[in-house]
């Protein structure tokens, strides 16, 4: 059995599988176009940043958006993130605050807290098939 430091060696970053190509909009994008986006692009949520700092996510699944008008900023329906994680994190790190608190997928911060990527419940299973902890099957 390998030691901790051995185990450590071994570790994948976030960095490693977060995905780079951020689709997101500005605060003052307007909704409908923000939707449309959404849409158009099969995403669940839309991050809302301003230049590169996350402000908040826009949720398909907020209610609220089906009575919104499609002029109103995005920045007025956007959810604070309440879940981040750095890219130096472990991406075991990752999976578990998923887990904890039930999302899909998480912004990747910089130290600068600029959004530099998402992880999601897909790069994880990815991982999972590509580099498996463990021999699942054979």
Do not use: N
Request: net charge negative; glycine share 6%; hydrophobic share 45%.
């Amino acid at each position: 059995m390998g030691s901790d430091a051995t185990r450590k060696e071994f570790l994948m970053r976030v960095r490693e599988q977060m995905s780079t190509a951020i689709i997101s909009v500005e605060a003052q994008t307007p909704l409908g176009p923000a939707l449309l986006l959404m849409e158009s692009s099969g995403l669940r949520c839309l991050p809302v940043v301003d230049g590169q700092r996350l402000l908040g996510l826009l949720l398909a699944s907020d209610l609220r958006l089906g009575t919104a008008p499609p002029d109103a900023q995005v920045s007025e329906y956007a959810v604070p993130t309440t879940e981040q994680i750095r890219p130096d994190m472990p991406i075991e790190r990752a999976a578990f605050l998923m887990l904890q608190h039930d999302v899909r997928g998480l912004p990747v911060i910089d130290a600068q807290d600029r959004l530099v990527g998402v992880v999601t419940v897909k790069d994880l299973l990815k991982t999972l098939v590509e580099a498996p902890p463990v021999v699942l099957w054979k």
